[in-house]
């Protein structure tokens, strides 16, 4: 069933115009992350792609909502509201968490009838086959502030603020659960390019963790490695935006 645009919206954040046309990035947060993380993607790309950015349930505008605490659901819950964006190509970068999403949703595009992505990013994060179970879900709240803490993804400031941690902790949590306890599919695989980023120093991900990503797909699979941790992206976010650009708009740079 089609989508209405008030549902697309509840999901899918545009945050600058791009030209009619332009080649889709839809942006999928890490852990914890929200829709206005790839703000700043978007506003750098904007002459030249339109970036989407998911936001997930429990979060921001959305912290009412309940969170879904596991990736099969979520997945499909975001390809409901992408469905009706498949008038263009589209292609998806996702965080951590975001990136296992983006493979899940790539793969269900098909089957939805959708045409599959053009192009997968899977920045930060170990291949769908690679299992870590860390055990962040079980911690006391106070130890998974130290792990948001250590990964330098959150705004010290939220950290140090008990109402804002009261507000954010119930989807962190949900998202750590989603994340550790996901399994993937072996007899599924991609048919799209993969570019895998990580970062040199990230404790989540090894190189051979992140070589892994060419096992799921038939398409061809680039390694891009960069100085820095987990969020990595932040730190080199220049870098990471020239990949973006080279990808999926060539060599031209972006307009001013």
């Not at 089957?111 to 055990?135: I, K, N, T």
């Not at 051979?208 to 061809?220: K, L, Q, V, Y």
Request: aromatic share 6%; charged share 25%; hydrophobic share 40%.
């Amino acid at each position: 069933m089609p989508q209405s645009a008030e549902h697309v919206e509840k999901w899918v954040r545009r945050f600058h115009p791009a030209p009619e046309g332009a080649p889709r990035l839809v942006c999928l947060p890490h852990a914890g992350g929200s829709a206005s993380f790839f703000h700043p993607v978007s506003r750098a790309l904007s002459s030249t792609v339109e970036v989407l950015a998911i936001q997930y349930p429990g979060r921001q505008d959305r912290r009412h909502e309940a969170a879904v605490d596991n990736v099969p659901d979520l997945a499909d819950r975001i390809l409901d509201a992408l469905q009706p964006l498949d008038d263009r190509p589209l292609a998806l970068f996702g965080h951590s968490m975001g990136a296992v999403l983006g493979y899940e949703v790539a793969l269900r595009m098909p089957d939805a009838g959708m045409p599959p992505p053009v192009h997968l990013f899977a920045s930060g994060r170990r291949a769908p086959s690679r299992y870590r179970d860390e055990g962040v879900r079980h911690l006391p709240d106070a130890r998974i502030v130290s792990e948001l803490r250590n990964l330098s993804g959150t705004e010290p400031t939220m950290l140090a603020d008990p109402e804002v941690l009261e507000m954010i902790l119930p989807a962190v949590r949900s998202d750590y659960h989603a994340i550790e306890t996901y399994r993937h599919d072996p007899g599924r695989r991609l048919d799209c390019p993969v570019t895998v980023l990580t970062g040199d120093s990230d404790p989540r991900v090894s190189l051979d963790e992140a070589r892994a990503w060419g096992e799921h797909t038939t398409g061809p699979m680039e390694l891009r490695i960069f100085p820095g941790g987990h969020f990595f992206l932040v730190d080199r976010n220049a870098d990471v935006l020239a990949v973006l650009r080279r990808e999926l708009v060539g060599s031209r740079p972006a307009v001013a």
